[in-house]
């Protein structure tokens, strides 16, 4: 059986901090594309790394009044329009800021290039490069317009701990369904575990710690008390351990 690879798509939600919008494809679908069927509400901030970065992409986010923050690939035409100040000195990492238009053919053929748009040129110490990023915002200061991008690693975490905890490295089925079936109910339960960890669980726990605490009630048969009130000796447990049990036909002639 020949096996198809997927790919998971995630747009997490910043105030929570869970992911609300999931999209499977095949492996094989750009980025770009594998996102393209997510519709975001109006007035929706859109932060994207640079696989995004396309000019129709880019309009559909502003003819649907959301605010995209992404990264401008290097090779892309475009004018200067104005230069803006650069904020205090102690943002030191804030290069450049201007007003752009998009000029390129494709950015004509598009319309992209009938939008006025924000381009912020950050300098990366940890990398020695400078980075380009692009919004449809004009209003914010370069600041903020900087640390929004930063925050595209946070769907970095989410999905380190998927892998590390939830079982969607490895699938039980190949079939398409089974595939979607198992990377749902990995979903399905990381919002649990992480509803337990926020709005029950009197301590604050790493993710990995819960997940563990949580292996441990099903092997011992303990309450969720044990996770919810750190109690010890006093978590009760839910049942009996079952008890080995033989059956004579078993061993009958």
Avoid at 68 to 77: A, C, E, G, P, S
Avoid at 120 to 145: G, P
Avoid at 187 to 200: P, Q, S
Avoid at 203 to 224: A, H
Wanted: hydrophobic share 40%; net charge neutral.
């Amino acid at each position: 059986m020949k096996r198809r690879k997927k790919a998971l798509r995630i747009a997490a939600n910043d105030n929570l901090q869970i992911p609300d919008l999931v999209n499977i494809t095949e492996a094989k679908t750009h980025d770009r594309y594998g996102i393209g069927q997510l519709v975001f509400s109006k007035g929706t901030i859109v932060v994207e790394d640079r696989a995004y970065f396309d000019f129709a992409l880019m309009l559909h986010r502003i003819q649907a009044e959301n605010v995209f923050v992404t990264r401008i690939k290097t090779n892309t035409l475009y004018e200067s329009i104005q230069e803006l100040d650069l904020p205090d000195e102690e943002d030191q990492d804030i290069i450049k800021d201007e007003i752009v238009v998009l000029n390129s053919s494709k950015a004509i053929e598009t319309g992209i290039n009938q939008e006025r748009l924000r381009l912020v040129h950050v300098y990366k110490q940890d990398e020695n490069k400078i980075i380009e990023i692009i919004t449809n915002n004009l209003e914010w200061s370069a600041r903020t317009i900087a640390d929004l991008y930063k925050k595209r690693w946070d769907i970095e975490l989410f999905f380190k701990a998927m892998k590390q905890n939830l079982q969607i490295k490895t699938f039980l089925g190949t079939s398409e369904n089974a595939v979607k079936s198992q990377i749902y109910i990995a979903l399905i339960c990381y919002l649990l575990l992480e509803l337990i960890n926020r709005t029950i669980s009197k301590k604050t726990k790493s993710f990995s710690n819960l997940v563990e605490k949580i292996r441990i009630c099903l092997v011992y048969y303990l309450s969720l008390d044990y996770i919810c009130n750190q109690v010890g000796d006093g978590a009760k447990k839910i049942r009996s351990e079952p008890e080995l049990k033989f059956s004579s036909d078993l061993f009958s002639a």
